[in-house]
């Protein structure tokens, strides 16, 4: 019997049969005193509105309700056989996922060392109910590694916030606890910052569409009620040209070498209180230990000035009481330590070919083409010398986990198939996305071979090409999918069998409000049964 389980748990063990759940249409869920109440409410929206539930929660005690939540110790509750996450905890302190959950003719029993593994344990029922019933099994669960996230880039495409809540869902729904907001790029500054006004609002050169400080709180907190802590990202010191166009003294004397092509000195006074009035606001913002800095691509910026301007970033950040995530060049820059992460993105499938950018680009932005081409030629440097350093390492590889990477294969019908042929990088060689799924975080020659440790793992969506909320659920289902399962299974999966626990899924993705997913014509079949 194939379970609609994705991530795949740690370990199932199935009876013969099913137990019916709310066959009068009303399920009670007993749960401990102190259990959060977004534990509950998630539940009950979601039996709800997938399978319509009624769910009414009482007290736990007896008797027991049709689902009964017990929350312990791991050794009281004989969970200690699972081992912890590895990597690292985005959250300030390290929260136990381990769960047990149990089908019986009696009902159905989680029982969980916390909060959050309470909720995983009813997020994995909430799955697994069919038709008003569940099947009789025994499941123990916990996650491989504690980092399991998302970059989702609100700056070439802005999303709404109501946008933004439909993605924290699809992330819980797939135990990711990650949100990385990447909040500013050269096209707009999407954040509120209060000591530059001119960089959001309706100022000349100011970003129209972005989110104000309240907004942004709202999004934090309904993100940590359903256990998804949200790391902002302001990218700094390239990819600042819309910062530029708000405030054109960031240059200094310097003549730019391409309208499009900024970065902050740290020599330019004006420039260097601009990025102490961003870092400060991006410490404000951060709700866990961890901001980003960016610090990707600072083309055209002279090597001695980028490493001072991370060396003094990262300076100033911990000096806040706050660790550092930057992209993986920031390697460069010889400052992160073991309380940071750098992020691995440069893929060794990268090609960068200098000539052919060079056709397409005006002969002003030839040096800068030069410059970016000896940038990515040190990037097989990076990740070892994050190893050497004692540097967490975190995998968002563009080979496997960039979601704006085209699909290869045809799509099932013709609207989607006009889509695939638009949205997607066309810089990226196209991949189907059972190629997307073969890989393992703990099997990556790039890393193992450095001795890097594994911090976690984060797929990335850029959105140049997106047009609408449907182009990106497109890009991401089901792909986000298999890099869950990647960030929260140990064990080895592979395409037939994920793709054969995803089809049911269809259907939880248009309740979710992505209604738009890809499904390949070779898989259209197999999908439609999952409806």
Known sequence: MTLPLVPLPARITTQPGSVPLGTSGTVTVAVPPGLAPGVADWFRTWAQRLHGLDVRATASGVPRGDVTVVVGAPVALGLTHLPPPDGVDPRAVGADERYRLTVRPDGVLVEAVGDEAAFRGLTTLLQLINARSVPAVVIEDGPAYAWRGLSLDVVRHYSTPAEIRRVIDLLAWYKLDVLHLHLTDSQAWRAEVAGRPGLT?????????????????????????????????????????????????????????????????????????????????????????????????????????????????????????????????????????????????????????????????????????EDAAEMFALAPNDVPS????????????????????????????????????????????????????????????????????????????????????DDLAFLLLPRLAGAAEKAWTRQITDWPDHASRLARHVGTWNALGFHAAYRAAPCADAYRSGR
């Open 386 to 469: 994050a190893a050497a350093a004692g540097v967490p390492v975190l995998v968002s590889s563009n080979t496997m986990l960039y979601f704006d990477r085209p699909y290869a294969d045809a799509a099932a019908d013709e609207g989607s198939e006009r889509r695939r042929r638009r949205a997607g990088h066309p810089d990226y060689e196209a991949r189907s996305p059972e190629q997307a799924f073969a890989w393992h975080p703990g099997a990556l020659p790039e890393i193992t071979a450095a001795g890097a440790r594994v911090a976690g793992v984060e797929a990335a969506i850029w959105c140049e090409t997106v047009e609408s909320f």
């Open 201 to 369: 609002g309706s100022s000349p050169g100011a970003t129209a569409d972005f989110y104000p400080r309240e907004e942004l709180a709202r999004i934090i907190a309904y993100a940590a009620e359903r256990f998804v802590t949200v790391i902002p990202e302001f990218d700094v010191p390239g990819h600042v040209a819309a910062a530029f166009a708000a405030y054109p003294e960031l240059q200094g004397d310097a003549e730019p070498v391409h309208p499009y092509v900024r970065y902050l000195d740290p020599d330019v006074p004006e420039a260097a209180a601009f990025t102490r009035n961003v870092l400060e606001e991006l410490v404000e913002l951060a709700p866990g230990p961890f901001v980003h800095l960016g610090a990707d691509e600072p083309f055209g910026m002279p090597t001695h000035a980028y490493r001072r301007f991370v060396r003094d970033a990262h300076a100033l950040l911990r000096s806040r009481g706050k660790r550092v995530v930057a992209w993986q060049e920031a390697a460069r820059a010889e400052c992160l330590d073991g309380d940071d992460v750098l992020q691995y993105w440069i893929g060794p499938d990268n090609a960068f070919d200098t000539e052919r950018l060079k056709e397409r680009a005006p002969a002003a932005l030839h040096p800068v083409i």
